[in-house]
Structure formats: structure tokens, C-alpha cells
């Protein structure tokens, strides 16, 4: 016999866990969604946490444990497990009778021959099925429920407890059969019948309401994720498929968006997904789960329109819940678009936090009135930088690559930058061939030497200064203001409304923000979105984390570090006083 997991945690699970003893099966583990169940037993086996789990619990059988047809049907389209049918020991099966995936078959229960039972279909004790009777998918028979041959039941037909068919009666689909009640004549679908004769008194209500889910794309997907941005009112190259693929490449993470839509509404949100069983600590806990992020730069959710009703929201936000929790996915971390209205369509999910500002320069002005914004010493900068001889041009064949990618990082330790902030030699030539004309190389020169750099991209009306930086000993010459300078005359050459320069480190309002805010005073607020997904998920992985680093003397760096799982340990400082043991 098999190891078996259980995905549900009340009454019937008792039923179908004995089923399952007596067939000789070993049932590791129970599930369900009831957080007030989790760390309990039932007829001593653990219910150790939510449904969604289940599928990574290295376990490859399982038995939807649940009473309600309707919830059944939805939880088997939910859960990657390989469905096991169970026959009691005492129940007698015709040789030739079919029973397939997920039915559980409980003591004393009959089922005569030409007997054909669905998926996911509940005999429950002592029901007997004579001859010939087809049963369909996700139906559960009630204790002592007695049908005659021929019987047809539909799909998800509840039939409850002692109630009778004579033969060849059809039952519909959906349709509920009182306790005791006689069917002597057929039954439509969707409808509650009790009595003797039964008979219709009104609509059951019991058909299971569709699940909204959004569609997954890839990342290598790309043809399919184009079209998708291409019905946004607006996105931007951070949302590009050739960026996520970029994404992926340069570690563990896989691009996918998701796309929700609703009659000519489209709502998609891009993200890279992280395993988490890599983390150490949470080898075991986090086995087929992940957290979801942003790439680097500005992500979050696009829409069709630029006004969504609010039922659309609501159900985008119903589909996006319910499709993450089916992926495993544990938590979302996201970077918001600064240019973008996003809060609405995340309004009811985690919290979104602002943390600073960003720049932006209007290329909807005539050039004289740009430049006339700029404030006063970067004008005359740019006046000095023309007069030193120091000249700025779109590197179009990439010559001076890897000199950008060296000063780029002189500028990042000039600036005491994160380790977040600095790329490989690989990602930058990746970033120029994955992105081709959206991703253009400026450079500025002095002395036929090249002396700052900047990648800047331009998708639709909107241009982006992605990486830039120039070299310390230069650095009081100013060449990243004629660098900007320039790459606004070419954004508005394209037919740019705006070329966005981003904010300071960190989003700190730092001298990088006081230089960037002196080419305009149009500045924007930069949010990131912070959303659990699976709250008790989430708690486990944070304590299997707060234990190893307790266990090697660590400490978490930040109480503020989102997922908290993922945050960075030291040693933890040592108490005064304290007297080491020997």
C-alpha cells in the first residue's frame, strides 16, 4: 500500500482516514485551509497546514477528505496530487464495476456489476448500487442511500441519507434528494426533491460558482506576453518579457505574468518567482513553495483602461489570490511604478508603502523651456562641460561597454552602494543584446576617453535612466549633466512625453536626489507593495529561520526586512557581563 495525505480536517475526515487505515494504507498527513486546526490531530495524524501545501509535501497521493461536492471539484483543480480511490475492506465491489480517480468507498457499501462511478465520488457507509447504474463525477450517496438498476445520477448530486431510486430514474445534475426520499419519477438539474414521491421544490444553489484565475506567461513565452502589454494603456521596459528572461539569468528566479481578464478588461502583473527550499534553514519548510518579487527597477500591475470598475478590480484580486495560493507562492514583494496609478488594483492586498521620491523631466515643453528648469549650476555645468571639450554621443555599436560597466561600479562604491546595485560584466551586455533598440548606451568623452556612461531606455512615450555613473575623478566636472541632457533631446526625438531619472540611493533624498531633482522639480512618489499571501505559511518559514539563526548565535540586520525569512543575519552582540561557558 501507499503513503496517503488528506486534504481536509473535519467530521468526514475521520470517515476517510479509517477507510484508509483499514485498506491498509499510511496516512502521513492531514490539510485544510481552517488555521484554528493547524498543529491538531485527527485520529492521530498531524494537520499540519493549508491546502495549497499539500502539493509540496514530497507526498504524491492524496484524498479530498470533504463532504460538499462543490468545494471537492474545486480543490481538485487546485492541488498537484495523484488522486487515490479507497475501498473499504467490507465493501463489496463487482468485478466489473469502473470507479475512478479520488472516489472513496466506505464500509458495507455495494456496487452491483455494470456499476460505473466518477471522479471524486462519495459511497458512503451501507449504500448499496444495484445493476448498471452510472454515477458521475464529484456525486456524494448518503449512509444507506438505495438505488435500483439502471439509476443515472449527474454530476455533483447530493443524495441524502436513506433516500431510494426505482429503477432507471435520472437524477440531475447538482440536484439535492432529501433525507427518506423516493424518486420514482426523473429529477432536472439544480434542484432541492424530498418526499415520497420526491418531488421539485426549488433551485438547490449547490452548483459550485467558477473560481476566477488568471493565465500564466512565461518569460520565454515572449510572443504571448507582448501581446498582452500591447492592449495596456500603458507599460513600460521593466515590464518587458526580454527584461524578466534577463532577470532570470542572473539567478534563481523564474518571469511570469499574470493575466487576468474580464469581458474587454485586462489587468496583468509581471514577477520573478523564488524557491524557497534554497534558503538555508528552510530546505524542508519551504520545499515547493515560493515568494514572488519584482525585477529590478519599477514593476506592478498594468490595466487595459485607465478607469477599471470596481467589480473588475475585485475579481482580479479574487483571481490573482487564488492563482498564487495554487503556485505555492508564500509572499509578493513589489517596486510600484512611479509614473503609474497602481494602489487601486492592490488596494485590498497587503499595504503599500511610500518611501521616498523620483524625478522626472516634462519633454512635453518646448527644449528652451526644459532647459530653462533646470536649476542655475546645471546650466552653467553644462556650459563649463562644452567649453572643457567634453562630448556626449549614443554609443550605437557598443564600443565603450565594458568601460560603462567599470565606471558604473566605481560610481556604486563612490556612493556606498547596496549589493543590490551592482551587475555583472554578463548582465550588462545582456541588457543591451536582450533589449536591442529599447536599451541605448550614451556616453560621455573627454580627450578620446570615455569618462561617464548610461543605459537609457525608451518603450513607448516613456523613457527610463536605468544605470549610470561616471568616474571620481570627474565627478566635480558634473558629465552626467550633459549625459541627461542629452538623453532627453533623444527620448523627445522618439516621441517621449518623459524621460523618468529615478531617486537617490535607497530612496533616500540624498545628494543623488539633489542632483537629479536639479534637472526638474516634477518629482513622483515611489511605493513598494508588501503582501502575505499565506499567513501561516509565512509564520512557519520565518520561525524555521529564527531557529537556525538562533542556533549559529545570529540575528536578523532589520526587524523591518520584507519576507522576513529572506532577511540578512550577524552575530548577535554579546551581553555585558556575560561570562563565556567553558
Known amino acids: 500500500m501507499s503513503e496517503v495525505l488528506v486534504l481536509g480536517a473535519g467530521g468526514h475526515a475521520k470517515v476517510v482516514i479509517s477507510t484508509l487505515h483499514a485498506a491498509g494504507h499510511t496516512v502521513v498527513a492531514v490539510y485544510d485551509d481552517d488555521e484554528a486546526r493547524w498543529g491538531g490531530e485527527v485520529l492521530g495524524v498531524p494537520v499540519r497546514g493549508p491546502l495549497a501545501a499539500a502539493g509540496a509535501a514530497g507526498v504524491a497521493s492524496g484524498v479530498i477528505a470533504i463532504g460538499c461536492n462543490a468545494t471537492r471539484k474545486k480543490i481538485a483543480g487546485r492541488v498537484n496530487l495523484r488522486w487515490l480511490t479507497v475501498v473499504h475492506p467490507t465493501a463489496w465491489i463487482a468485478p466489473d464495476a469502473q470507479l475512478r480517480a479520488g472516489t472513496v468507498v466506505f464500509a458495507g457499501a455495494i456496487i452491483q456489476p455494470g456499476g460505473v462511478i466518477g471522479q471524486h465520488v462519495i459511497i458512503n457507509t451501507a449504500a448499496t448500487i444495484d445493476h448498471d447504474c ?26 441524502g441519507i436513506g433516500c431510494m431510486a426505482i429503477p432507471a430514474r435520472k437524477i440531475g445534475a447538482w440536484t439535492t434528494v432529501g433525507a427518506g426520499a423516493v424518486v420514482v419519477r426523473d429529477l432536472g438539474d439544480d434542484v432541492v426533491a424530498y418526499g415520497t414521491p420526491a418531488r421539485a421544490k426549488r433551485p438547490a444553489g449547490s452548483r459550485p460558482a467558477e473560481t476566477p484565475r488568471c493565465a500564466v506567461i512565461r518569460a520565454d513565452e515572449e510572443a504571448a506576453w507582448l501581446a498582452v502589454l500591447a492592449q495596456m494603456v500603458q507599460h513600460d521596459f521593466y515590464h518587458l518579457p526580454q527584461y524578466h528572461a534577463l532577470a532570470e539569468d542572473q539567478g534563481e528566479s523564474e518571469g511570469r505574468l499574470l493575466v487576468f481578464r474580464e469581458k474587454d478588461c485586462v489587468i496583468a502583473l509581471p514577477l520573478l518567482l523564488r524557491p524557497l527550499h534554497a534558503i538555508p534553514g528552510l530546505e524542508s519548510a519551504g520545499a515547493g513553495r515560493y515568494d514572488a518579487t ?18 473588475t478590480v475585485a475579481n482580479f484580486q479574487r483571481a490573482l489570490q487564488e492563482t498564487l495560493r495554487a503556485m505555492g507562492v508564500v509572499s509578493v514583494f513589489s517596486r510600484l511604478h512611479p509614473l503609474f496609478k497602481q494602489q487601486r488594483l492592490l488596494a485590498d492586498l497587503g ?46 555599436k557598443l564600443e565603450h561597454l565594458d568601460a560603462f560597466v567599470s565606471i558604473y ?30 536599451m541605448q548606451l550614451f556616453v560621455c568623452m573627454l580627450d578620446g576617453r570615455p ?40 527620448a523627445r526625438e522618439r ?62 540586520v532589520s526587524a523591518d526586512f520584507f519576507p522576513a525569512y529572506r532577511c540578512p543575519a550577524a552575530p548577535r552582540p554579546a551581553v555585558p557581563g556575560a561570562v563565556a561557558q567553558p
Open 495 to 556: 516621441g517621449c512625453r518623459v524621460l523618468h531619472i529615478g531617486g537617490g540611493v535607497g530612496s533616500r533624498e540624498d545628494t543623488l536626489f539633489n542632483f537629479k531633482i536639479g534637472f526638474s522639480e516634477r518629482t513622483h512618489r515611489f511605493t513598494t507593495w508588501r503582501w502575505i499571501v499565506a499567513p501561516a505559511v509565512y509564520r512557519e518559514l520565518c520561525d524555521a529561520r529564527r531557529r537556525l539563526d538562533d542556533r549559529n548565535g545570529l540575528e536578523a
Open 134 to 159: 452510472v454515477i458521475a463525477d464529484w456525486a456524494h450517496l448518503a449512509p444507506g442511500v438505495h438505488l435500483a438498476g439502471g439509476v443515472r445520477v449527474g454530476e455533483g448530486a447530493y443524495l
Open 451 to 490: 569618462i561617464c556612461g548610461g543605459a537609457i531606455a525608451a518603450v513607448g512615450d516613456i523613457a527610463q535612466a536605468h544605470l549610470a555613473g561616471c568616474r571620481d575623478e570627474q565627478v566635480r566636472l558634473g558629465p552626467l549633466k550633459l549625459l541627461y541632457d542629452a538623453a532627453a533631446v533623444w
Open 294 to 311: 519584482s525585477v529590478y527597477g519599477y514593476g506592478g500591475p498594468l490595466a487595459s483602461h485607465a478607469e477599471l470598475p470596481a467589480e
Open 351 to 396: 499595504a503599500c508603502t511610500e518611501l521616498g521620491r523620483t524625478v522626472s523631466i516634462d519633454l512635453t515643453v518646448p527644449l528652451a523651456a526644459q532647459r530653462a528648469a533646470y536649476r542655475r549650476n546645471h546650466r552653467r555645468d553644462l556650459k563649463s562641460l562644452a567649453r572643457a571639450g567634453v562630448t556626449c554621443f549614443r554609443d550605437e
Open 409 to 438: 561600479h566605481e560610481a556604486m562604491n563612490r556612493l556606498d552602494a547596496s549589493e543590490g546595485y551592482y551587475f555583472s560584466r554578463e548582465y550588462f551586455h545582456g541588457l543591451f543584446a536582450g533589449l536591442g533598440g529599447a
